[in-house]
Nanobody, 122 residues
Framework: QMQLVESGGGLVQAGDSLTLSCAASGRTPSYSTMAWFRQAPGKEREFVSRIGWSTGYTYSAGSVKGRFTISRDNAKNTVYLRMNSLTPEDTAVYYC???????????????WGQGTQVTVSS
């Protein structure tokens, strides 16, 4: 049973940067992909970025490409999301998730963290 714990959220101003962390415990090799999703008030949870634990392959949504960078530290079982040039539209609860496949579909992820709030003021 994997457990995911996010941290690093907070209140920042537009243009600022923030780094989120997701610590994974009980990780199994079959869950080879880690991803970040986000959910703004009144909106569906949307894909942000994903990374393969062993391959390091990354893929990000168009809305964050060039601003957000996902990375991982295998020794620490931790995945990061570096967010630059934040805008108020990035305000959301950010969730870390683990899945078996390299996909952007939230239904393909079996384990989720509790979420961390990111609020960007204008």
């Amino acid at each position: 049973q994997m457990q995911l714990v996010e941290s690093g959220g907070g209140l920042v101003q537009a243009g600022d940067s923030l780094t989120l962390s997701c610590a994974a415990s009980g990780r199994t090799p079959s869950y080879s992909t880690m991803a970040w999703f986000r959910q703004a008030p009144g909106k569906e949870r949307e894909f942000v970025s994903r990374i393969g634990w062993s391959t390091g392959y990354t893929y990000s949504a168009g809305s964050v490409k060039g601003r957000f960078t996902i990375s991982r530290d295998n020794a620490k079982n931790t995945v990061y999301l570096r967010m630059n040039s934040l805008t108020p539209e990035d305000t959301a609860v950010y969730y870390c998730a683990a899945g078996r496949w390299s996909t952007s579909n939230r239904n393909d992820y079996d384990y989720w963290g509790q979420g961390t709030q990111v609020t960007v003021s204008s």
